[in-house]
């Protein structure tokens, strides 16, 4: 089991910049995936970013070049980096923990963090 807590989320403008973090309660290293979804008003909710505990990382289209997911190797720490922000961009952007044990797959979710980007 593994607890996730999100913050960083904030009003910014169009264009602008904001890094969430995702603080697990537990060593990322135990962790099969850490990744960041999104979901906007009206809207499902969407995969923006993911990394393996090897630390492959894959991106959901429309965030490639502007998003970065990286972790702290140090600890228990994962971030997005969110670049050339647009509106659409606002959302709800939750963390997501993917453990596995013996063939089961296990999901968690952290409460989510509001990102809101104005034009």
């Known amino acids: 089991q593994v607890q996730l807590v999100e913050s960083g989320g904030r009003l910014v403008q169009a264009g602008g910049s904001v890094r969430l973090s995702c603080a697990a309660s537990?060593?990322?290293?135990?962790?099969?995936?850490m990744g960041w979804y999104r979901q906007a008003p009206g809207k499902e909710r969407e995969l923006v970013a993911r990394?393996?505990?090897?630390?492959?990382?894959n991106y959901a289209d429309s965030m490639k070049g502007r998003f970065t997911i990286s972790r702290d190797n140090a600890g228990n720490t994962v971030y997005l980096q969110m670049n050339s922000l647009k509106p659409e961009d606002t959302a709800v952007y939750y963390c997501?923990?993917?453990?596995?044990?013996?063939?089961?797959?296990?999901?968690?979710w952290g409460q989510g963090t509001q990102v809101t980007v104005s034009s």
């Open positions: 997501n923990a993917v453990i596995a044990v013996r063939g089961t797959t296990y999901q968690y």
């Open positions: 537990r060593t990322i290293f135990s962790i099969n995936a």
């Open positions: 990394i393996t505990s090897s630390g492959s990382t």
